[in-house]
């Protein structure tokens, strides 16, 4: 299957807001309410926030297949160590291998780290794979993000040297 990874530029930020409301609903649905989810779009997958983002470092990258994003991959250096904000990629397309190439193009960026770091729900099924790719859990998180919400999360870490 032949796939591009590319960097998302401002212009494709309402793309990646569509794609991004698509996944997040596809990946959700069954762990969060409706109004959760509507909320963390509103707050954090959406072209004001991925605007703010990248001002502040963050890195977007889109998965294509046939010149359709799939899939996006959010980062940012933070000193020793690579923040994997997002990793997102359409169910249609689980087990193929491309989760981990995402994986790998997000650690490509930032030759210079040593470890890389995510947060995953605690229910999430995505824990499991992770786990598989060597992650670890370092800490237990519960964040409030308003409006009565939390995001209840593990923290991972994969040492990569």
């Not at 890389?116 to 237990?140: A, C, Q, W």
Request: glycine residues 8%; charged residues 25%.
């Amino acid at each position: 299957m032949k796939y591009d990874i590319i960097t998302i530029t401002a212009d494709m930020f309402p793309q990646l807001e569509m794609l991004a409301d698509q996944l997040w609903h596809e990946s959700y649905g069954e762990l969060l309410s409706p109004e959760q989810i509507t909320y963390m779009l509103e707050q954090f997958q959406c072209e004001k926030a991925f605007t703010r983002q990248t001002s502040e470092g963050y890195i977007y990258r889109g998965l294509f297949i046939d010149g359709e994003m799939v899939g996006y991959t959010g980062s940012q250096k933070q000193e020793d160590r690579i923040f994997l904000s997002k990793l997102y990629l359409s169910k249609r397309y689980h087990g193929l291998g491309l989760g981990r190439k995402m994986m790998e193009d997000v650690i490509g960026l930032y030759p210079e780290c040593d470890k890389i770091y995510l947060t995953v729900n605690k229910y999430n099924p995505s824990y499991d794979i992770y786990r598989h790719m060597g992650f670890e859990v370092i800490d237990s998180v519960v964040t409030d993000i308003g409006q009565g919400f939390v995001m209840d999360d593990y923290v991972m870490q994969r040492h990569l040297k």
